[in-house]
């Protein structure tokens, strides 16, 4: 998890130094976005759900975060009030804390660890996000967005765009490696399983460097104290949190110490976007993007090699 989490970081800041020159513009984000969900991370995780184990226990697996999710958005709104932030502060906060970015994040960190040998479960961090952080996403994310903001903004998604975001071509890709591998199919024929595995590759190199483009300092330095308890929110509570309940459940083992490094992924990029729709104070939320990705490549190895088998050791 090491190499992999300090690999990524490198082409963070590599993305925003290109940024930075103009050899990439800001616009070159959106293509690498839509390369990662047409292509490569659909790819990634139907291969995901074919090959690699797969068992009853990593149901539980999006439990962990719907739970984690209904808390961390309870200490939000409690930190939020006791601070006396106003109605959009307050709708910033929550959105910024209680969404870890474990598509564009956890997934390809989650498959390349496990390329490199850490005791993950790929499977179950698909799991993860798919029906817990994209769930979550475009139901509680919104209405406490549409709550403490301006639900009236005419750019706002509708009903039927949101089903149409759920609906989105990764789902494809779990949908129907879920029904090939209850069908039996363990492995996929070369002229398939190749270019499956190439564009998977794809994504954590297209990922971090559209994190990079989008690094801004601004929301940081005008909003540090809500930035900085964001970030402990998702950083700190979130994994501690996903320990705790993954535990209660009887989760253990490889899915165990994935749903824990999946509960400390950075706060989700999409929750920018949600929070520009509903006019929040977008500022706190860009700030903890930045924050929370530039941090988690320093916490990841961490939690893996020294806070997690010490837990495990001690409590399971």
């Known amino acids: 998890m090491t190499s992999t989490a300090f690999a990524a970081l490198i082409i963070i800041l590599l993305g925003w130094l290109l940024g930075h020159l103009g050899v990439l513009a800001r616009d070159a984000g959106q293509i690498l976005v839509r390369i990662v969900i047409y292509a490569a991370l659909p790819a990634l995780v139907f291969r995901a759900m074919i090959v690699n184990n797969f068992d009853a226990s990593m149901i539980l697996a999006p439990v962990v975060g719907l739970v984690s999710h209904v808390i961390i958005v309870a200490l939000a709104y409690w930190l939020a009030q006791a601070r006396k932030l106003d109605r959009r502060s307050t709708g910033a906060l929550i959105v910024a804390s209680a969404v870890g970015n474990t598509g564009f994040f956890g997934i390809p960190l989650i498959a390349s660890a496990a390329e490199h040998g850490s005791q993950v479960s790929l499977s179950a961090a698909v799991m993860f996000d798919t029906f817990s952080t994209g769930i979550i996403t475009w139901t509680s994310s919104m209405w406490f967005a549409a709550r403490f903001g301006n639900s009236s903004d005419s750019d706002a998604p509708s009903g039927e765009r949101l ?143 020294h806070v997690i088998p010490y837990l495990m050791r001690t409590f399971t």
């Open 163 to 305: 089903w149409r975001n759920l609906l989105l071509p990764p789902i494809w890709g779990v949908a129907a490696g879920l029904a090939l591998h209850s069908a039996g199919v363990r492995s996929l024929p070369e002229l398939i399983d190749q270019p499956a595995r190439i564009l998977g590759a794809a994504v954590l190199p297209l990922v971090m460097l559209y994190a990079g483009l989008e690094l801004d300092w601004g929301g940081v330095r005008r909003a540090w104290r809500d930035v900085a308890w964001a970030s402990a929110l998702r950083l700190i509570v979130g994994p501690v949190l996903a320990f705790v309940i993954a535990v209660t459940l009887g989760l253990e083992g490889d899915v165990l110490r994935t749903v824990v490094l999946m509960g400390a992924m950075p706060t989700a990029m999409m929750s920018l976007v949600i929070g520009g729709w509903f006019k929040l104070r977008t500022d706190i939320i860009a700030g903890s993007v930045v924050v929370t990705a530039l941090l988690v490549p320093v916490m990841l190895p961490l939690l893996d090699e």
